[in-house]
């Protein structure tokens, strides 16, 4: 049994590689005249949270007093950073500017979000001693106001041997936990930590030892965790789960969720700060597991680099047994709903969907590519039958709903009881709303709150023929023969 309502909100300061994560979304209908090479045609770009930021970017979304330590550069990309972090709320008193480049990557996402290139701009020189006693002092003034210590390496020269050492020592000497998502081959480097987490290629070179059965990723665990005098080690090992070893108890098998990967950027991130927001709670070591593990199934649905928010996880949990029936949004989340998603450009259709078929599932799927987040509105029965008539609908909203859910292209549906979605557009404000080619843009409901806000309708043809009311004509003629 999980009980997320033991992870209260605890002070946690996450260390580490810091990056700004950009994302441009076009289309790639042809090549070029020049090369023989794709042209990308941008339509829209957002950055993000990337590296170790996005590590305390899922901090805040499970709730957590968020401090950063890391080092970023006096240009247009570092100045993004402090901005992002400031609007999540992340204390960044800690941190140090240089005049080295901050690091970036760009991500160019073409059609149903599939990535076609990444273009990387980076500075992975070490940090200098000076800059590493600096912030060794620094950290000196304020660590006992810390729950819990997170070290996010990335090898983009922010924790060398030395600095890593240094935090890992400071720590013990107060008791503080100390858990890090490794990448660095050095042993040393992270000796005495409380819990690291390597993938299965990251215990790999850590050991020099085979990893590809559960017998050997246990025995090469144990291995690490008793050379580097650590109390645990999770080895997170993609489709297969995650593989926990320590503490005198025997390795904790924990299966991966079976769920539609869109992307597996940051997953990594996520299962860190969920598993750090429940140790730093005093959850059972097993239990916390399965919390960073479910944060991670959910995750991998979304695109690209993201938060996973505490109340995903709990809905999630709470409707296991219903499969996607977690994509349904309550009356609660919905006033906070475009708050938790302000970085990504939603897009909002509505409807009955009373009797789900081919021309709504390519519509459907159309719509899901114009944005990040596809949010659908669902007529309940009550709307429907003043709408279509009493005999309507043939399947309840819960069933719409639920059926809704479980397409893989859906991000969340919600109910509407109204006649029309107005003041559910009003409340969520896509970017982009989506309706059939029989509308007229100037007819749309919720033109002008879209549009006040820079967003803009689009228009998306049905497949001739297929409709709710043929399927049922066809059915009364046929049970009329």
Excluded: W
Excluded at 133 to 153: M, T, V
Excluded at 333 to 342: D, G, M, V
Excluded at 381 to 386: G, L, Y
């Amino acid at each position: 049994m999980i009980h997320l309502e033991a992870i209260k909100r605890k002070s946690i300061l996450v260390i580490g590689d810091i990056m700004l994560d950009n994302y441009y979304t076009g289309d790639i209908k042809r090549i070029s005249p020049e090369a023989p090479v794709p042209v990308f045609r941008k339509k829209s770009e957002r950055c993000v949270l990337g590296g170790a930021a996005n590590v305390a970017a899922n901090l805040v979304a499970a709730n957590q007093n968020v401090s950063m330590m890391s080092i970023t550069g006096e240009d247009e990309c570092g100045h993004t950073l402090l901005r992002l972090f400031e609007e999540k709320g992340v204390n960044t008193d800690l941190m140090e500017v240089t005049s080295r480049q901050t690091t970036q990557k760009t991500r160019f996402l073409a059609g149903n979000n599939q990535q076609v290139l990444r273009l990387d701009v980076e500075d992975t020189t070490p940090i200098s001693k000076e800059t590493c006693d600096k912030l060794i002092n620094r950290l000196d003034g304020c660590i006992k106001s810390f729950n819990l210590i997170i070290l996010s390496d990335y090898l983009k020269g922010l924790l060398t041997l030395d600095f890593t050492q240094g935090i890992i020592k400071q720590a013990n000497r107060y008791g503080i936990p100390v858990v890090i998502d490794v990448k660095d081959p050095s042993v040393e480097k992270y000796k005495g930590a409380t819990l690291l987490k390597p993938n299965q290629k990251e215990l790999h070179d850590l050991t020099g030892m085979p990893v590809e059965t559960d017998e050997e990723i246990v025995t090469a665990a144990e291995y690490l965790r008793i050379k580097c005098n650590n109390k645990y080690v999770l080895c997170t090992c993609g489709a297969r789960g995650m593989v926990l070893v320590g503490d005198s108890k025997p390795a904790h098998f924990v299966p991966a969720e079976c769920r539609e990967v869109f992307d597996v950027s940051g997953a990594g991130d996520t299962t860190i700060a969920y598993l750090a927001a429940s140790m730093a709670n005093n959850i059972d070591m097993d239990e916390s597991v399965s919390i960073a593990n479910y944060a991670a199934g959910i995750q991998v649905g979304k695109v690209g680099t993201s938060s996973v928010y505490i109340h995903e996880v709990r809905d999630y949990l709470s409707n296991k047994d219903a499969g996607s029936f977690h994509k349904i949004l309550t009356p609660s989340e919905i006033p906070s709903f475009r708050k938790e998603h302000k970085d990504k450009t939603i897009v909002f259709t509505n409807g009955c969907f009373d009797i789900l078929h081919v021309g709504h599932k390519r519509y459907l799927e159309r719509a899901s590519t114009l944005g990040d987040i596809f949010v659908i509105g669902v007529n309940s029965d009550a709307s429907v039958k003043r709408l279509k008539g009493p005999s309507r609908p043939v399947n309840p909203e819960q069933d719409r709903m639920e059926i809704l859910s479980a397409l893989g292209f859906v991000d969340y549906v919600v109910l509407f009881d109204e006649d029309t979605p107005y003041e559910l557009i009003k409340t969520i404000q896509p970017d982009i709303l989506v309706k059939g080619g029989d509308y007229s843009i100037e007819n749309v409901v919720g033109r002008d709150i879209v549009e006040a806000r820079g967003g803009r309708v689009e228009l998306i043809q049905f497949v001739e023929g297929k409709s709710t009311s043929n399927i049922i004509n066809k059915i009364n003629t046929q049970s009329n023969e």
